[in-house]
């Protein structure tokens, strides 16, 4: 088995070790319920220390995949394959009374779907089982606003399960793909989800640098995850030019790319797509939940036929998107009342992070978001601030499970979309958390 784990291993260090184990477990090759070697046997083999292979079953043992038995030794669980996300779980709310953690639109910001509710109700009655995927009022709607005229359209019901259903066709087991050094936790669970290994590349003020990502696509990366118009979490922008020479290395190469924009119509930046200089290797994936309303339960797929009719051919049985949320989203696209209302929303959100971002900039901490609901702040310590916060009723995301490189350093993720008042004191209090080393450097206020 060491063997074999050796051989999996892309690099020699404890996120190295848990991957390969998670592959090899994925693949059968370590059959559930299996005694793994003790630690100090797999740290002699692999020329590593003890202490980095036990951090490797640690981690694993939180994700549930290996459970730890004392003396009677560690084994792979049985139940191996419905473990719950490993970056994702560990975002998770705790009870304070400001809760800038969740990345989730402000309720008074979003739309009220109730007249266009009424309108759809007082239209024809349901006339049977579609004849095409996509009604073709909403198709003509939706091709007038995406970035470009795309070869095939089609909907899903949400990004992340959309994506779960694209990685299947565009990767397969044991490939590479190019994620932010910082990234939105559930991406990277569906990536490792569906046995593809992360190729981080940090980002500079463009975008995606490029001199990394073009060692990445050498290397045999498959994949390209961009959200070139907001990225979560960091609040970064891609330049027109950087994305530009991002997708014509991907089109040289053949690489996919599948990009998200999850902002829409509350983004500063104009729409834009890889796909207008890489049309075959671009998968578009266009987002509601956050610009219009997160019960539309619709998003928009739309790329190359070579991709989108195997995306259709795989789906079996009601493939279809409700006529109603259909309807729905069609009333809301024609409407010019909701394209105001999406721009007074839109300068709220920024009113709001401009001013929390200002007063953190009065107190030292810079920071490299410019955009949309999150912003990405350095600090020493990732627990102290927490519980420096914690202890003042303020809750904030962990940075740790968005990390993919660790060169980043450590971070939280403040939301400012329901950060209605206080900015500047906010601001003050979390720079103060930023500063803190360790805990037990500071005296929680009493």
Same mark, same amino acid.
């Given at each position: 088995?060491?063997?074999?784990?050796?051989?999996?291993?892309?690099?020699?260090?404890? %996120?190295?070790?848990?991957?390969?184990?998670?592959?090899?477990?994925?693949?059968?090759?370590?059959?559930?319920?299996?005694?793994?070697?003790?630690?100090?046997?797999? !740290?002699?083999?692999?020329?590593?220390?003890?202490?980095?292979?036990?951090?490797?079953?640690?981690?694993?043992?939180?994700?549930?995949?290996?459970?730890?038995?004392?003396?009677?030794?560690?084994?792979?669980?049985?139940?191996?394959?419905?473990?719950?996300?490993?970056?994702?779980?560990?975002?998770?709310?705790?009870?304070?009374?400001? %809760?800038?953690?969740?990345?989730?639109?402000?309720?008074?910001?979003?739309?009220?779907?109730?007249?266009?509710?009424?309108?759809?109700?007082?239209?024809?009655?349901? @006339?049977?089982?579609?004849?095409?995927?996509?009604?073709?009022?909403?198709?003509?709607?939706?091709?007038?606003?995406?970035?470009?005229?795309?070869?095939?359209?089609?909907?899903?019901?949400?990004?992340?399960?959309?994506?779960?259903?694209?990685?299947?066709?565009?990767?397969?087991?044991?490939?590479?793909?190019?994620?932010?050094?910082?990234?939105?936790?559930?991406?990277?669970?569906?990536?490792?989800?569906?046995?593809?290994?992360?190729?981080?590349?940090?980002?500079?003020?463009?975008?995606?640098?490029?001199?990394?990502?073009?060692?990445?696509?050498?290397?045999?990366?498959?994949?390209?995850?961009?959200?070139?118009?907001?990225?979560?979490?960091?609040?970064?922008?891609?330049?027109?030019?950087?994305?530009?020479?991002?997708?014509?290395?991907?089109?040289?190469?053949?690489?996919?790319?599948?990009?998200?924009?999850?902002?829409? *119509?509350?983004?500063?930046?104009?729409?834009?797509?890889?796909?207008?200089?890489?049309? @075959?290797?671009?998968?578009?994936?266009?987002?509601?939940?956050?610009?219009?309303?997160? %019960?539309?339960?619709?998003?928009?797929?739309?790329?190359?036929?070579?991709?989108? %009719?195997?995306?259709?051919?795989?789906?079996?049985?009601?493939?279809?998107?409700?006529?109603?949320?259909?309807?729905?989203? !069609?009333?809301?696209?024609?409407?010019?009342?909701?394209?105001?209302?999406?721009?007074?929303?839109?300068?709220?959100? @920024?009113?709001?992070?401009?001013?929390?971002?200002?007063?953190?900039?009065?107190?030292?901490?810079?920071?490299?978001?410019?955009?949309?609901?999150?912003?990405?702040?350095?600090?020493?310590?990732?627990?102290?601030?927490?519980?420096?916060?914690?202890?003042? *009723?303020?809750?904030?995301?962990?940075?740790?499970?968005?990390?993919?490189?660790?060169?980043?350093?450590?971070?939280?993720?403040?939301?400012?979309?329901?950060?209605?008042?206080?900015?500047?004191?906010?601001?003050?209090?979390?720079?103060?958390?930023?500063?803190?080393?360790?805990? *037990?450097?500071?005296?929680?206020?009493?």
């Amino acid at each position: 088995m060491i063997e074999k784990l050796r051989a999996e291993m892309r690099e020699q260090s404890a %996120d190295g070790v848990a991957r390969a184990v998670t592959l090899l477990a994925s693949r059968g090759d370590i059959p559930p319920g299996e005694r793994l070697p003790t630690v100090r046997a797999v !740290a002699r083999v692999l020329g590593m220390s003890s202490s980095t292979v036990g951090e490797a079953w640690r981690s694993l043992a939180v994700q549930g995949i290996l459970d730890t038995q004392g003396r009677r030794g560690t084994f792979l669980r049985a139940s191996y394959g419905n473990v719950s996300a490993r970056h994702f779980r560990h975002i998770h709310e705790v009870p304070v009374s400001v %809760d800038l953690s969740t990345g989730y639109p402000d309720p008074e910001l979003l739309l009220d779907l109730r007249p266009f509710i009424a309108e759809i109700a007082r239209g024809p009655r349901y @006339d049977g089982y579609p004849d095409a995927v996509v009604h073709d009022e909403l198709r003509t709607l939706l091709r007038d606003s995406l970035p470009f005229d795309p070869p095939s359209l089609t909907l899903g019901t949400d990004v992340l399960l959309t994506m779960a259903e694209l990685l299947r066709i565009l990767t397969k087991y044991g490939d590479r793909a190019v994620v932010g050094a910082a990234e939105f936790a559930p991406y990277l669970d569906l990536l490792e989800r569906h046995g593809v290994e992360l190729a981080p590349v940090h980002h500079d003020e463009q975008g995606l640098d490029l001199e990394g990502l073009h060692a990445e696509i050498r290397a045999g990366a498959a994949l390209v995850l961009l959200q070139p118009r907001v990225h979560n979490p960091t609040g970064g922008i891609t330049s027109p030019m950087r994305l530009k020479a991002i997708a014509e290395v991907c089109r040289e190469s053949d690489t996919f790319i599948l990009e998200i924009d999850h902002f829409g *119509g509350l983004a500063s930046s104009p729409p834009m797509t890889a796909a207008t200089q890489a049309p @075959d290797q671009t998968i578009h994936l266009r987002s509601y939940s956050k610009d219009l309303h997160p %019960d539309l339960r619709v998003c928009v797929i739309a790329g190359p036929h070579s991709v989108l %009719d195997r995306l259709q051919e795989r789906r079996v049985g009601g493939s279809w998107i409700s006529g109603v949320n259909q309807r729905l989203l !069609a009333a809301l696209l024609a409407s010019p009342q909701v394209l105001d209302l999406v721009r007074r929303s839109k300068a709220a959100y @920024d009113d709001r992070r401009n001013a929390f971002v200002e007063g953190l900039g009065e107190h030292g901490v810079v920071v490299p978001s410019r955009d949309g609901f999150n912003v990405w702040i350095p600090v020493r310590s990732e627990e102290s601030a927490l519980v420096y916060l914690a202890a003042r *009723g303020i809750g904030a995301a962990p940075g740790s499970p968005f990390i993919t490189n660790q060169t980043v350093g450590p971070h939280l993720r403040v939301s400012i979309a329901e950060m209605k008042d206080h900015h500047r004191e906010l601001a003050e209090i979390i720079a103060k958390a930023a500063t803190i080393r360790r805990l *037990g450097a500071y005296q929680p206020r009493r």
